[in-house]
């Protein structure tokens, strides 16, 4: 067999089929435009949320009045405990230093407040923040302890979102991706209907299965990687006009919303693979369908 | 060359099927195979090309048993075998050339030789000159011999023709009649599917004539009424 032959018809038959071929290229850039950016935008979601989970944190409060023993108790407590990654203890200097400077802008709130009113406290990091409301309840309750913050509800809310909207992200991209793969199968099917005389005349010259099916494979091919090359533009495009928003128009909420160039080269090569697998399975099952003797 | 033993082939609709059918047809002979439109004829010539498979009996074409033949191997099999039509079934967007340069390229030959074979075969057919043209700017007789061209190519043992005349005046299928004869005359085996009772008559061929799907007659030198 010749690698000429293959590459002649291959480009006469795109050539000839060109509105079809378009057809064919178009639909896998827009569906794999979609799942691609659907895939960035959850890895996205994915790391602004395990950031912010890094930046929980639990505030023992403890008592004005605390004995040098129950102080001990508490901190040997944290150092024991599995579950806390790391913890420190902010003395009352610093505790008024980070009131004023955080209520700046209520200088009458700030100078009624004397530093011996502020408490002091403990800043502790979790492992896991789902576990913050186990943990707040050991120190809730003990003594030399005033109270624990316990915002765990809003913890519990965001993570709850988070896992929601990634599920979703990946369902949507995942439905796109199977509805891609139909109209690639059918925009060959009727490509290679419109050449059913040809094949017939190849079959009655007694040209193999392979050889039939290798220029239709690789036009699919073809269609597939141009498909997807353009969607991996339009990709490339979308973690632009995310990043330049979260920077321009600062969006707190999305400060962690960081999408990484390993998460754009994972998708880009995502997207790539999908196409030319797509493209080509696509079009292997279509001519199968003529061939069966 | 050719052997049906006891072939039948039904279908549940639409073409008319074949029962009990046997003859044997040897190296270069020249075979008409007569019967109105419907007794089976079509079902004969796609029998031989193991197009499809009869429900019983065994077929033997060119030494190879068409009922054991495993689908990989029919390919190689209609190398042997030439083949050609009442619509001709050329493909319209290539030229002449090209035309009959696409049986070989499809078996991978090699340019070389493709370049050798196809304008010696266009001479045969009385094409050539004409390898340029496409097959909408030729007459239908033109056509056809594209067409044999194509089925000849290969030096094939058998040539297959279901009702090669059928589209073309009496003066056209005469030229085609007389390529045919010509190519039978090298040695090469002709199974030609007719209703034409003109040319059946001159030819004074053996005709096999096929009546309702079944054999009616096989006659040495016959002609299309009722034997002599």
């Known amino acids: 067999m010749s690698v000429g032959y293959f590459v002649k018809e291959t480009s006469i038959n795109l050539w000839r089929n060109r509105l079809m071929s378009l057809a064919a290229v178009f639909t896998v850039a827009i569906s794999l435009s979609l799942v691609g950016s659907a895939l ?42 599995s579950t806390v990654k790391s913890y420190s203890y902010v003395p009352r200097a610093q505790a008024y230093g980070d009131f004023r400077r955080l209520l700046a802008n209520q200088p009458d709130l700030v100078n009624a407040v004397p530093e011996s009113a502020v408490p002091t406290f403990f800043r502790v990091s979790l492992v896991n923040p789902a576990e913050a409301p186990a943990v707040g309840a050991i120190f809730k309750g003990q003594p030399g302890v005033d109270t624990v913050n316990d915002n765990f509800s809003a913890i519990h809310t965001i993570l709850t979102i988070s896992n929601v909207s990634q599920t979703v992200i990946l369902g949507i991209a995942l439905v796109l991706l199977i509805s891609a793969a139909i109209l690639i199968l059918n925009v060959i099917r009727v490509a290679i209907f419109s050449r059913r005389r040809e094949v017939a005349v190849m079959r009655l010259v007694g040209a193999t299965n392979v050889f039939i099916q290798v220029p239709f494979m690789l036009e699919g091919m073809i269609q597939g990687l141009l498909g997807s090359l353009i969607a991996a533009g339009v990709v490339i495009g979308v973690k632009a006009l995310i990043s330049y928003s979260i920077q321009h128009f600062s969006i707190h909420l999305l400060d962690g919303f960081v999408l990484t160039s390993h998460d754009l080269i994972f998708t880009l090569a995502v997207v790539v693979a999908v196409g030319v697998l797509v493209g080509t399975a696509g079009s292997t099952v279509a001519v199968r369908r003529f061939l069966r003797a | 060359m050719i052997r049906f033993e006891d072939v039948s082939k039904s279908y549940s609709r639409g073409s008319s099927g074949v029962s009990d059918i046997s003859f044997e047809i040897g190296r270069g002979e020249f075979v008409f ?27 033997w074409v060119a030494g190879k048993n068409l009922v054991t033949m495993p689908a990989w191997k029919v390919p190689y099999f209609r190398r042997n075998i030439g083949v050609i039509f009442q619509d001709f079934r050329l493909l319209p967007n290539k030229s002449v050339f090209q035309n009959v340069a696409f049986a070989l390229e499809v078996i991978g030959k090699p340019r070389k030789y493709i370049n050798e074979q196809v304008p010696q075969i266009l001479k045969l057919v009385g094409l050539d000159g004409k390898s340029e043209r496409y097959p909408d ?92």
């Not at chain 2, 796609?46 to 065994?58: A, F, V």
């Not at chain 2, 034409?196 to 030819?203: E, K, L, N």
Request: proline content about 3%; glycine content about 10%; cysteine-free.
């Open chain 2, 137 to 228: 700017q030729l007459s239908g007789g033109e056509q056809q011999r594209v067409a044999i061209a194509r089925a000849f190519v290969n030096r094939p043992l058998i040539l297959l023709a279901d009702e090669p005349t059928g589209n073309l005046d009496p003066e056209t299928s005469w030229g085609v009649m007389n390529l045919l004869e010509r190519i039978n005359r090298t040695g090469t085996a002709v199974v030609m599917a007719t209703h034409d009772a003109g040319i059946v008559d001159s030819m004074r061929r053996r005709v096999i004539e096929i009546d309702h799907g079944t054999l009616h007659r096989d006659q040495s030198r016959g002609i299309y009424g009722i034997g002599v």
């Open chain 2, 33 to 59: 195979l007569i019967g109105t439109s419907g007794s089976g004829k079509t079902t004969l010539v796609k029998l031989m090309n193991r197009e499809i498979k009869p429900d019983t009996g065994s077929i």
């Open chain 1, 40 to 81: 960035l935008i959850r890895q996205g979601v994915a790391t602004a949320t395990s950031e912010w989970q890094g930046n929980v944190q639990l505030l023992v409060f403890l008592q004005p009045n605390i004995s040098k023993s129950e102080f001990k108790a508490i901190e040997s407590e944290l150092h024991s405990l």
